[in-house]
Antibody, heavy 119, light 110 residues
Framework: EVQLLESGGGLVQPGGSLRLSCAAS????????MSWVRQAPGKGLEWVSS????????YYADSVKGRFTISRDNSKNTLYLQMSGLRAEDTAVYHC????????????WGQGTLVTVSS | QSVLTQPPSASGTPGQRVTISCSGS????????VTWYQQLPGTAPKLLIY???QRPSGVPDRFSGSKSATSASLAISGLQSEDEADYYC???????????FGGGTKLTVL
């Protein structure tokens, strides 16, 4: 059974930094591209970033480009999202998701971790 | 303002067939495939349809997807109370070089 478990969320002040982790199990992590998708309270889904299976290619939404960095450690079956320069509008539940090979579609999702940016 | 446009709400009665539309442009739906997700209250999204009309294993065949030019649709037949959820369309956007989502459609089963 695929399991994706996010951690690292919490309350941070504007301008601060936070690193999210997503521990993966139940599948061959190094074979699949992974992504982060967020959902602000009461709002819709917003794609944040994606990384290919080897970690050599990364993609970012314009809203986070230059502030967030996605990475992965295939030896630890873990996906990361380093967030800096956080803003109030970054407040959201952050989900990690596994991508279906060959499609921009995510077939497994974690329950998410809440990031709150507030003074 | 979402790149993909969905109606904010839809409704139907049990047993009815409902459709949810998703409108995009030549840089997203017009040039790549469409994915649909279902999000029940308080839960993570669930993949419903990928590659325009493909259902992952476990998704009932009451759910179907279609695409024409720069628009896509999700159809739900034999509507059930447990289908009450938010539905999102999404695709890759060649201009933005990223994944774009619709704003979501809240489906109410009357």
């Amino acid at each position: 059974e695929v399991q994706l478990l996010e951690s690292g969320g919490g309350l941070v002040q504007p301008g601060g930094s936070l690193r999210l982790s997503c521990a993966a199990s139940g599948f061959s992590f190094s074979t699949y591209a992974m992504s982060w998708v967020r959902q602000a309270p009461g709002k819709g889904l917003e794609w944040v970033s994606s990384i290919n299976n080897g970690g050599s290619s990364t993609y970012y939404a314009d809203s986070v480009k230059g502030r967030f960095t996605i990475s992965r450690d295939n030896s630890k079956n873990t996906l990361y999202l380093q967030m800096s320069g956080l803003r109030a509008e970054d407040t959201a539940v952050y989900h990690c998701a596994k991508r279906i090979s060959g499609y921009w579609a995510f077939d497994d999702w974690g329950q998410g971790t809440l990031v709150t940016v507030s003074s | 303002q979402s790149v993909l446009t969905q109606p904010p709400s839809a409704s139907g009665t049990p047993g009815q067939r409902v459709t949810i539309s998703c409108s995009g442009s030549s840089s997203n739906i017009g040039s790549t495939t469409v994915t649909w997700y279902q999000q029940l209250p308080g839960t993570a999204p669930k993949l419903l349809i990928y590659s325009n009309n493909q259902r992952p294993s476990g998704v009932p065949d009451r759910f179907s997807g279609s695409k024409s030019a720069t628009s896509a649709s999700l159809a739900i037949s034999g509507l059930q109370s447990e289908d009450e959820a938010d539905y999102y369309c999404t695709s890759w956007d060649d201009s933005l070089k990223g994944v774009v989502f619709g704003g979501g459609t809240k489906l109410t089963v009357l």
